[in-house]
C-alpha cells in the first residue's frame, strides 16, 4: 500500500510538471503558426504552411467541442457490447499473427544458433520468469513453447465464446517476454503497439463470462476512451513524422506515393498498379493520408456520433487499402483495433451476419448471461456482491485512467519536437510515442543471392517477398510477418540509398554459412524448397551476392502474359562466397529439423485439436494436440526422426493431405455424436487445410 501511495504522489508531480509543459509548447505552436482568419489569407498559404496550422485549428475546434455543452444531454446513452466483441476478436488476430511468426522463424532468426542471437536486454521475461520459478530449464524450447502456448490462446480468443481476462492477460505478459527476448530484430513499432493496445485489452474483458455479451459486466467508457485516446496518438503521431525536420521534402510536395509503391519493404501485387497511377491521384493520395493523420485524430475524440463515426470509417477504410498494396506484418491491422472503439452497438450492427442478430438480441434483452439476480432486488443473497464487484471494477478503471494520463506526457512531448519519431519509456511499452514512415526512399536497392552446386550453373535463392527474379510476382502474406526480408530492406534499401555497399548485411553472411551445411531452419527462411537447395543432402558450394537497382516493370507490359513484374539495373558491385572463404560451423550448431512445411502443418494440428478440445471439453482432443505439440518441440529441438522418415515412400504432397485428412477425422471421431455442427466444423478444418497447404506450395 505504501508503494502504491507513493506511486501515486509521485505521478502527481510528474503530471503537474508535464501538463505546464504541454501548455508551454501549445501556447508556442499556437504563436509560431500564423492562424488564417480570412479567406485571402487561406489563398496566400503554400502547403507547408497549410499542413503546419491544419492540425492546430483542428485540436483548437476539439477542445471548443469538448468544453461546449452537448444540447441533447438526455438522449439514451450507447452501448458497446458489439464494440467489445470486434475489438477482442481483432486483438487476438494480431496476437495470432505476432505468435505464429515467432513460433515459425524464432529457432532460425535469434534462437542461440540463429543467424542472429538475441541477447539479454535486461528487460522483464515474466513467462520466461515463471517457468524459472518452475524449476523448468532454460534453453531455445522454453521460448517456442511460449510460442506455441500463444498461437493457441490467440485461436482461443478468436473463436471462443468463453470469455475471461485471464487470456488477454497471458498473452498480453507472453508477448512482453517475446519483444523483451528478440533483440533488435523484433524491436519495432507494431510490437510496442501490441503491447500498448493488449494491455488496454485486458481491463474490457469481464471476470469471467459464458459469451461475449455479459451485461453484469459491460464495456467501460473509460476504457473505450482510451482505446480512443491510443488511436489518437497513434496516428497523429504519424502526421507529425512526415512533418519533421528528418522527414522528406517529397510529403510536402505531395509526391512520395510516386515512388513509395516500389521501395517500400514488401510490396503486393496492387501495389504495381497503384504506382502506374496518374500523377493527380498521387497527389490526392498524400493529401487524404495528412486528412486522415493531422485531421481525424481530432474527430475521433468528438462527443458528436456523426462525426466521430466519419472519421472511424475513413480511417479504417484508409488502413484496408495499405493492407491491400503492401506487407506490413499486422501494423495495419493493430492501428484497426483502437479506432473500432470509434463506433457503437448502432453502427456496428448492421456489420453482424443476419443469422446472428436474434441471438444477440436474446443475449442483449436478457437480465444477464449468468442468471445473477438484478443489483436493484433487495431479497437479492448476491446484491452485496454484485455492488462491490461493480464498484471495485468502476476504481479499477478510475486508476487505469490515470495512471494512462501520467504516462502520456512523455509521447505527446515527442509530438512537438523537430523528429518526432518512434520511442518507448518503460520496459512494458504501456504507452509509447509513435511515427513511421517519414523519410521515403527513391529507389530500391536490392540484393540478389544466387547459389550453385558446380561454380557454373546458378539459382536465384529467392526470398519470400523481396524481389529477386524479374518474373516472380509480389506476394501478398499480411499479417504474417517475414522478419528476414524486413530485416533485408532494412540494411538494402532503407541504408544504401546514394551509398556504395562495401559488403552484405552481417546476417545474410551467416544465412549463407548455415546453407552451406543444409541447415533446415535456415532454409526455411527463404523461398526455396529444401530439395531444391540441397539435392540429395549435398549443399551449395558457391554464393553469389549482387546489388541491383530494381524498379517496377513498364506499364506497357500490364496485362501481358508472362511479362516481368520487374526491371533492374546492375550496381556492378558483388561478392564471392564459396567453402574457402566461409569458415565451417561445428556439426552442433546445425540443425536438421523436420521440414518447414511439415512443422507448419503440426502447428495447424496442434491448435485444431487443443481449440476444440476445450470448447468441447473433449479429453481426447486435448490429449491429440498434446502429442503433436510434443513431436513439434522435441523434433526441432533434437535431431530426430521427421514424418519423412516414417513414411519414405508416400510423395511429400500426399503426406500433407494424409496429415488434414487426419486431423478432420479426429475431430469428427471425438464429439462422439456426428452433429451438423461437427460436419459444418469438419467441411471448414479441410478447407483451412487445403488452403493452409496450397499456400506453402
Not at 509548447?25 to 507547408?48: G, H, L
Not at 488477454?168 to 527476448?181: A, D, F, G, R
Not at 474483458?205 to 496518438?233: E, K, Q
Not at 452497438?345 to 436478457?366: A, C, M, Q, Y
Request: net charge positive.
Amino acid at each position: 500500500m505504501e508503494i502504491v501511495r507513493e506511486w501515486v504522489s509521485q505521478g502527481i508531480r510528474s503530471l503537474h510538471t508535464d501538463v505546464a509543459d504541454l501548455l508551454s509548447m501549445c501556447a508556442r505552436s499556437i504563436r509560431k503558426n500564423e492562424i488564417p482568419y480570412t479567406w485571402e489569407q487561406v489563398q496566400r498559404m503554400d502547403i507547408a504552411t497549410f499542413l503546419s496550422v491544419a492540425p492546430v485549428v483542428t485540436a483548437i475546434f476539439t477542445v471548443v467541442a469538448l468544453l461546449v455543452p452537448r444540447r441533447n444531454s438526455r438522449r439514451k446513452r450507447a452501448s458497446y457490447h458489439l464494440t467489445r466483441v470486434l475489438i477482442i476478436r481483432m486483438m487476438a488476430l494480431c496476437y495470432l499473427a505476432a505468435f505464429l511468426t515467432q513460433s515459425q522463424q524464432y529457432r532460425a532468426l535469434y534462437s542461440k544458433k540463429g543467424i542472429m542471437p538475441g541477447t539479454p536486454s535486461g528487460r522483464p521475461t515474466p513467462a520466461l520468469d515463471f517457468l524459472s520459478f518452475l524449476g523448468l530449464p532454460s534453453g531455445d524450447w522454453s521460448m517456442e513453447i511460449i510460442c506455441y502456448l500463444g498461437v493457441v490462446l490467440s485461436v482461443h480468443m478468436l473463436t471462443a465464446d468463453f470469455c475471461t481476462f485471464l487470456t488477454p492477460l497471458l498473452l498480453w505478459l507472453m508477448h512482453i517476454t517475446v519483444v523483451n527476448s528478440g533483440g533488435n530484430v523484433i524491436n519495432y513499432g507494431w510490437e510496442w503497439l501490441t503491447a500498448e493496445v493488449g494491455f488496454i485489452t485486458i481491463f474490457l474483458h469481464p471476470i469471467a463470462s459464458r459469451n461475449l455479451y455479459p451485461l453484469w459486466t459491460p464495456p467501460s467508457g473509460i476504457v473505450i476512451f482510451l482505446f480512443r485516446w491510443c488511436a489518437f496518438r497513434l496516428m497523429i503521431g504519424a502526421g507529425m513524422s512526415k512533418m519533421g525536420t528528418a522527414s522528406s521534402p517529397c510529403w510536402k510536395q505531395l509526391s512520395c506515393t510516386e515512388t513509395h509503391y516500389f521501395t517500400q519493404p514488401l510490396p503486393s501485387p496492387l501495389a504495381w498498379y497503384a504506382h502506374y497511377a496518374p500523377e493527380l491521384v498521387h497527389k490526392m493520395e498524400v493529401a487524404i493520408v495528412f486528412v486522415e493523420q493531422l485531421i481525424l485524430p481530432f474527430l475521433i475524440l468528438l462527443p458528436m456520433r456523426r462525426v466521430r463515426i466519419a472519421a472511424g470509417v475513413l480511417e479504417v477504410g484508409l488502413q484496408l487499402l495499405i493492407i491491400a498494396t503492401g506487407n506490413y506484418a499486422w501494423i495495419n491491422f493493430i492501428g484497426i483495433v483502437p479506432v473500432i472503439a470509434a463506433f457503437d452497438d448502432v453502427f456496428l450492427w448492421n456489420l453482424f451476419p443476419r443469422g446472428s442478430h436474434e441471438e444477440i438480441k436474446l443475449i442483449l434483452t436478457r437480465r444477464n448471461a449468468l442468471k445473477l439476480p438484478s443489483v436493484n432486488t433487495p431479497q437479492s443473497p448476491l446484491r452485496h456482491v454484485v455492488t462491490l464487484y461493480q464498484n471495485l471494477r468502476v476504481f479499477v478503471h478510475l486508476f487505469l485512467l490515470f495512471f494512462c494520463i501520467v504516462k502520456s506526457g512523455a509521447p505527446l512531448k515527442e509530438l512537438f519536437g523537430s523528429r518526432p519519431w518512434l520511442h518507448f519509456y518503460d520496459e512494458y511499452f504501456f504507452l509509447n510515442a509513435h511515427g513511421v514512415f517519414g523519410f521515403i526512399n527513391k529507389e530500391r536497392v536490392t540484393l540478389l543471392v544466387e547459389y550453385s552446386h558446380d561454380d557454373v550453373n546458378y539459382s536465384v535463392l529467392d526470398f519470400h517477398s523481396v524481389p529477386g527474379r524479374l518474373e516472380r510476382r509480389p506476394s501478398i502474406h499480411t499479417p504474417y510477418h517475414y522478419r528476414l526480408d524486413w530485416e533485408t530492406w532494412i540494411y538494402t534499401t532503407a541504408s544504401l540509398e546514394g551509398r556504395v555497399p562495401s559488403g552484405i548485411p552481417q546476417f545474410l553472411e551467416h544465412s549463407i554459412q548455415r546453407l552451406m551445411q543444409c541447415d533446415t531452419d535456415t532454409v526455411g527462411l527463404f523461398a526455396v524448397p529444401y530439395d531444391s537447395l540441397c539435392p540429395g543432402g549435398a549443399p551449395p558450394t558457391h554464393f553469389r551476392a549482387r546489388y541491383f537497382r530494381y524498379f517496377f516493370s513498364p506499364k506497357e507490359l500490364a496485362f501481358t502474359p508472362g511479362s516481368d513484374w520487374w526491371v533492374r539495373t546492375d550496381m556492378n558491385k558483388g561478392f564471392l562466397y564459396s567453402r574457402d572463404n566461409i569458415r565451417k560451423l561445428p556439426k552442433s550448431r546445425i540443425r536438421k529439423s523436420p521440414d518447414h512445411n511439415t512443422r507448419w502443418l503440426s502447428l495447424l494440428l496442434c491448435v485444431a485439436l487443443f481449440t476444440i478440445g476445450v470448447q468441447k471439453c473433449n479429453a481426447a482432443s486435448m490429449l491429440l494436440s498434446s502429442v503433436f505439440f510434443s513431436y513439434t518441440l522435441y523434433y526441432r529441438e533434437y535431431q530426430g526422426l521427421s514424418l519423412d522418415d516414417v513414411m519414405p515412400a508416400i510423395p511429400v504432397t500426399y503426406q500433407r493431405y494424409f496429415l488434414s485428412t487426419f486431423s478432420t477425422l479426429v475431430i469428427m471421431f471425438s464429439d462422439k455424436v456426428v452433429t451438423m455442427d461437427s460436419v459444418v466444423a469438419t467441411i471448414a478444418m479441410i478447407s483451412i487445410s487445403i488452403i493452409i497447404i496450397m499456400l506453402m506450395g
